[in-house]
T-cell receptor, first 109, second 114 residues
Framework: GQNIDQPTEMTATEGAIVQINCTYQ??????LFWYQQHAGEAPTFLSY????GLEEKGRFSSFLSRSKGYSYLLLKELQMKDSASYLC??????????FGTGTRLTVIP | DVKVTQSSRYLVKRTGEKVFLECVQD?????MFWYRQDPGLGLRLIYF???????EKGDIPEGYSVSREKKERFSLILESASTNQTSMYLC?????????????FGSGTRLTVV
């Protein structure tokens, strides 16, 4: 079966750096995704990793270690608008995504 | 701008009613999905479809059915709504064989069953 673990809540200060961790155990692996979801809105795509290493995209970076079943999302220079839930999702096969329960990040002044 | 459109943002229905949630995508995606999202439980897959007239059960299909008569439209049907089906329903679509962008989500339908 599939299992994805990520912290339920995190708080960080505006301007700081925060790392949101995700561990996964699935029957296959075909990509690891991060989505951002503001309250009451749909998730939006942030990043995709299929090979080990760091993918950087502006203030956001995502890291993957397939051997450890581990990923993290790194957010730099935090802004108030970054307050949202961050969903880790793994694609075990060709199409479906399996989601974690999400990490609610609160950015404080 | 590519879109997944869900017909209603908010719905209130009575217990026992038959409820239709509509989803349309304009990206010519092969795959379409229906999820529900509940606090503490995350996104759970109800049904999905890889092609017209094709459907597969997800993790929690009980009490639901789906219809995909056209490639761009995927409907979720609650045969007899119950209060435990009060939830946020999210439709998503994707290209066949995944790709680097995963899903595109609709804006969601918050359904309340009273």
């Amino acid at each position: 079966g599939q299992n994805i673990d990520q912290p339920t809540e995190m708080t960080a200060t505006e301007g700081a750096i925060v790392q949101i961790n995700c561990t996964y155990q699935t029957s296959g692996f075909n990509g690891l995704f991060w989505y951002q979801q503001h309250a009451g809105e749909a998730p939006t795509f942030l990043s995709y990793n299929v090979l080990d290493g760091l993918e950087e995209k502006g203030r956001f970076s995502s890291f993957l270690s397939r051997s450890k079943g581990y990923s993290y999302l790194l957010l730099k220079e935090l802004q108030m608008k970054d307050s949202a839930s961050y969903l880790c999702a793994e694609r075990p096969g060709a199409n479906n995504l399996f989601f974690g329960t999400g990490t609610r990040l609160t950015v404080i002044p | 701008d590519v879109k997944v459109t869900q017909s209603s943002r908010y719905l209130v229905k009575r217990t026992g009613e038959k409820v239709f949630l509509e989803c349309v995508q304009d990206m010519d995606h092969e795959n379409m999905f229906w999820y529900r999202q509940d606090p503490g439980l995350g996104l759970r897959l109800i049904y999905f479809s890889y092609d017209v007239k094709m459907k597969e059960k997800g993790d929690i299909p009980e009490g639901y059915s789906v219809s995909r008569e056209k490639k761009e439209r995927f409907s979720l049907i609650l045969e007899s709504a119950s209060t435990n089906q009060t939830s946020m329903y999210l439709c998503a679509s994707s290209l066949a064989a995944g790709g680097a962008y995963g899903y595109t989500f609709g804006s969601g339908t918050r359904l309340t069953v009273v």
